[in-house]
């Protein structure tokens, strides 16, 4: 991921997890890759780009047909929705008042190098996630000359990663790291330094995120095959649902697929709810606090979502189930072909 974001790319680490399965037998399973499954890797990472582009140009126009157009006003909007909108990447006013998906499409590419030193000089983010921290750090009640305290800092974090800044497992690591900044950059804190800030928790989160699915791949035995077909199934669910960056799949879509999966009609659907209880209820302490969310909250299930590891655990116990279901069918069937 690291390195794609230093390339202009900015794909999560489901996205980048699934490259890898893709250019490497192995890669779903694995957290490394040689030179040559590494420029694979880059190539999907183009290919899906220019993919996005033109999803993002076909939203705006309201065509797929190759004479579709889009407006000077859309070209802003649409560079903003592919994040790729900064000073130095603004469309020339020498434009067309409409363009085609080839003009676009060339006006987004001839910004790859601008936005490349972008990435570079903000700590690999691109403009929305900049404007997002800026906006956070301009509101600080003790910024002076684009510095503020280190108490003002702890706000940021805490309003940006409330999860993390409440969580008594991740707090004394970001003492740690706040602790570590003022160190270096004395009581007051420059822009730059909580930018970087950010990124060393995304970094840790990230870090976190894959060595939990590492360990639930080798808990549920799922193959590299296993893992890189679920992850398809997830993302592919993620882009359906308009939560393609959220990374965490709504709750209801994922039941009324178990219940598709187990061929069940929606007169049973208290056996699929209690279905996928049990299984997230084998992800430990997360998985049961998860379910009392799910049993507790009625109102507030569609806020409820899920992330690969559960969504994996959950496939896998539907694949248990269709097994075990589908093994009395055959063995009547071949009871029944024999006495025939």
Same mark, same amino acid.
């Given at each position: 991921?690291?390195?794609? +974001?230093?390339?202009?790319?900015?794909?999560?680490?489901?996205?980048?997890?699934?490259?890898? *399965? #893709?250019?490497?037998?192995?890669?779903?399973?694995? %957290?490394?890759?040689?030179?040559?499954?590494?420029?694979?890797?880059? $190539?999907?990472?183009?290919?899906?780009?220019?993919?996005?582009?033109?999803?993002?140009?076909?939203?705006? *126009?309201?065509?797929?047909?190759?004479?579709?157009?889009?407006?000077?006003?859309?070209?802003?909007?649409?560079?903003?929705?592919?994040?790729?909108?900064?000073?130095?990447?603004?469309?020339?006013?020498?434009?067309?008042?409409?363009?085609?998906?080839?003009?676009? &499409?060339?006006? @987004?590419?001839?910004?790859?190098?601008?936005?490349?030193?972008?990435?570079?000089?903000?700590?690999?983010?691109?403009?929305?996630?900049?404007?997002? %921290?800026?906006?956070?750090?301009?509101?600080?009640?003790?910024?002076?000359?684009?510095?503020?305290?280190? $108490?003002?800092?702890?706000?940021?974090?805490?309003?940006?990663?409330?999860?993390?800044?409440?969580?008594?497992?991740?707090?004394?690591?970001?003492?740690?790291?706040?602790?570590?900044?003022?160190?270096?950059?004395?009581? +007051?804190?420059?822009? $730059?330094?909580?930018?970087?800030?950010? +990124? #060393? @928790?995304?970094?840790?989160?990230?870090?976190?995120?894959?060595?939990?699915?590492?360990?639930?791949? #080798?808990?549920?035995?799922?193959?590299?095959?296993?893992?890189?077909?679920?992850?398809?199934?997830?993302?592919?669910?993620?882009?359906?649902?308009?939560?393609?960056?959220?990374?965490?799949? =709504?709750?209801?879509?994922?039941?009324?697929? %178990? +219940?598709?999966?187990?061929?069940?009609?929606?007169? $049973?659907?208290?056996?699929?709810?209690?279905?996928?209880?049990?299984?997230?209820?084998?992800?430990? *302490?997360?998985?049961? !606090?998860?379910?009392?969310?799910?049993?507790?909250?009625?109102?507030? #299930?569609?806020?409820?979502?899920?992330?690969?590891?559960?969504?994996? &655990?959950?496939?896998?116990?539907?694949?248990?189930?269709?097994?075990?279901?589908?093994? =009395?069918?055959?063995? &009547? !069937?071949?009871?029944?072909?024999?006495?025939?």
């Amino acid at each position: 991921g690291k390195a794609l +974001r230093w390339m202009g790319y900015n794909f999560c680490l489901n996205q980048t997890r699934h490259f890898m *399965a #893709e250019v490497d037998a192995e890669g779903g399973n694995c %957290v490394t890759v040689g030179f040559r499954s590494f420029v694979k890797v880059v $190539k999907c990472a183009q290919s899906l780009f220019k993919d996005r582009i033109s999803e993002v140009f076909e939203s705006y *126009a309201g065509d797929r047909s190759t004479s579709a157009l889009i407006s000077k006003r859309d070209i802003f909007a649409a560079m903003q929705a592919l994040d790729c909108l900064h000073s130095k990447t603004m469309p020339s006013a020498e434009l067309p008042n409409k363009v085609s998906l080839t003009i676009f &499409r060339g006006l @987004i590419l001839s910004a790859r190098e601008e936005l490349q030193a972008y990435y570079h000089n903000h700590s690999e983010y691109g403009p929305a996630m900049v404007q997002k %921290v800026k906006e956070c750090f301009q509101h600080c009640p003790t910024r002076e000359e684009d510095t503020i305290s280190h $108490k003002d800092m702890a706000s940021i974090i805490q309003h940006l990663y409330p999860n993390y800044a409440q969580s008594s497992e991740w707090r004394s690591n970001l003492v740690s790291l706040i602790e570590a900044m003022v160190k270096d950059s004395g009581q +007051r804190i420059s822009f $730059k330094s909580v930018l970087q800030l950010v +990124r #060393e @928790i995304d970094d840790s989160e990230e870090e976190a995120r894959l060595a939990e699915e590492l360990g639930v791949i #080798e808990e549920v035995k799922a193959s590299p095959t296993d893992v890189r077909d679920t992850r398809s199934l997830f993302l592919e669910m993620l882009k359906r649902s308009g939560r393609r960056d959220l990374q965490k799949l =709504p709750l209801a879509p994922v039941k009324t697929m %178990v +219940r598709n999966c187990l061929q069940h009609g929606p007169r $049973k659907q208290h056996i699929v709810d209690g279905f996928v209880d049990q299984a997230i209820r084998e992800a430990g *302490a997360r998985g049961a !606090q998860f379910v009392e969310q799910i049993q507790t909250s009625d109102h507030a #299930e569609p806020q409820l979502a899920v992330d690969f590891p559960l969504f994996l &655990r959950i496939m896998r116990k539907v694949d248990e189930e269709s097994a075990a279901t589908s093994a =009395p069918q055959h063995a &009547r !069937q071949s009871t029944r072909s024999n006495s025939d």
